[in-house]
């Protein structure tokens, strides 16, 4: 059998980590006739060193067989560079199967090229749904879904939307969530770093200042989507809030290179910098963040993966939008997120309502590490039923 699996940006890559290591576990065990060829395509959709390669060497993902070196650019020059460029790649390796994973442009560009041409696709994390048509990642979801020839869920509310959409129930395999697999496997060395060294190791250069963390005593910030970082009155307020928090506890904010570029082209770079308990570092690796996480009281975020990684860790999660496509994390289904838009004084409240309210930990069923296996069994078994 012939998988090709794809990615394209930092979400995919903590994603398809346990994958490629239940393939080497497979073909550990079995003779070469045998094997899984596995070939790992990387569009280039995120192409900094800070949110690509340093993911790959951590995670002990190996070097993609093919980089399409896509770049930057709009939505739609990414969705047409990458189909331009994999529909050569798809040609010449016909594999039996495209694994796209979550919602970034080369996975609904993937997907339809692939089917274009016939070709098996399976979605991991399928079935997620924000019902925000604002979003691209939501045009993402829906597009790929419908294209796939087997649906990864990572839970029973992923399920229903699917079937609400008429999908039929043979093709959608509730396996968990995959991003818990590299939790678990990353969880042991994440517990063994220092959460002070990794401050001192990434603060930037910009900033002299320094804090001494201690757990469940600091704030962890996350802030990339166009949605609260391009426009000017919408990212100006959400600071004075940070700057508020920053009053009350030490906020550490990895600032991710699109977020950075705002904060200098409207004026408010060197405020963050200036403040001596909001430290700014370049963006961490998936180790270093998880380890902050775990000792985190709160993570104000927009991200979805953090998100889930709080559910399971017990931290909570102040989720800076007004929906979610990972519902199962919200309080309402025992998790440990709730959403608190960008308006300031619900941020502040929900920040000072969770105070004293300690840590738990909610695991949803089969978030217990062996996702990547179920779903290679799928893929063997080419069958969800």
């Known amino acids: 059998m012939k998988i090709m699996s794809i990615v394209g940006a930092r979400p995919n890559f903590m994603k398809v980590a346990p994958f490629v290591r239940a393939i080497q576990r497979y073909n550990q065990s079995r003779a070469a006739a045998g094997q899984i060829q596995h070939i790992l395509v990387h569009?280039?959709?995120?192409?900094?060193?800070?949110?690509?390669?340093?993911?790959?060497?951590?995670?002990?993902?190996?070097?993609?067989?093919?980089?399409?070196?896509?770049?930057?650019?709009?939505?739609?020059?990414?969705?047409?560079?990458?189909?331009?460029?994999?529909?050569?790649?798809?040609?010449?390796?016909?594999?039996?199967?495209?694994?796209?994973?979550?919602?970034?442009?080369?996975?609904?560009?993937?997907?339809?090229?692939?089917?274009?041409?016939?070709?098996?696709?399976?979605?991991?994390?399928?079935?997620?749904?924000?019902?925000?048509?604002t979003m691209p990642e939501e045009v993402n979801r829906v597009v790929t879904d419908r294209l796939s020839n087997l649906l990864f869920t990572p839970d029973r509310l992923a399920d229903e939307n699917l079937r609400r959409e008429g999908v039929s129930t043979v093709t959608i395999c509730c396996v968990g969530n995959i991003m818990i697999d590299t939790l678990e496997y990353e969880r042991p060395h994440a517990s063994a770093l220092d959460i002070n060294q990794i401050i001192s190791?990434?603060?930037?250069?910009?900033?002299?200042?320094?804090?001494?963390?201690?757990?469940?005593r600091f704030a962890l910030l996350t802030l990339h989507r166009p949605a609260n970082v391009d426009a000017k009155d919408r990212l100006g307020p959400l600071l004075e809030t940070f700057l508020t928090i920053a009053n009350i506890m030490p906020i550490i904010f990895p600032v991710h290179p699109r977020t950075r570029t705002r904060l200098v082209e409207f004026g408010f770079w060197q405020r963050l910098c200036d403040h001596s308990q909001l430290i700014l570092t370049r963006p961490l690796g998936y180790r270093d963040m998880l380890r902050l996480n775990m000792d985190a009281k709160v993570v104000l975020t927009d991200s979805g993966g953090l998100q889930e990684e709080c559910l399971v860790l017990g931290t909570h999660c102040l989720t800076m939008r007004e929906n979610t496509e990972r519902p199962i994390t919200l309080t309402e289904h025992s998790g440990t997120n709730r959403l608190v838009g960008t308006e300031p004084a619900v941020v502040l409240a929900a920040f000072h309502a969770i105070q004293n309210i300690p840590r738990r930990v909610h695991l949803p069923e089969l978030w217990d590490g062996a996702t990547a296996e179920r779903i290679l069994t799928k893929l063997i078994g080419a069958a969800c039923q």
């Open 43 to 133: 569009t280039g959709q995120h192409y900094d060193p800070t949110m690509s390669e340093v993911f790959f060497h951590e995670l002990g993902i190996p070097a993609p067989d093919i980089n399409l070196e896509v770049g930057s650019g709009t939505h739609a020059y990414q969705v047409g560079q990458t189909m331009i460029a994999f529909e050569k790649v798809l040609l010449e390796i016909q594999p039996d199967w495209v694994i796209v994973i979550g919602d970034v442009n080369a996975t609904a560009a993937c997907s339809l090229t692939a089917r274009k041409y016939g070709i098996r696709v399976a979605h991991i994390e399928a079935g997620l749904r924000s019902f925000d048509w």
């Open 201 to 216: 190791a990434n603060q930037l250069p910009d900033q002299r200042n320094s804090v001494h963390l201690e757990a469940d």
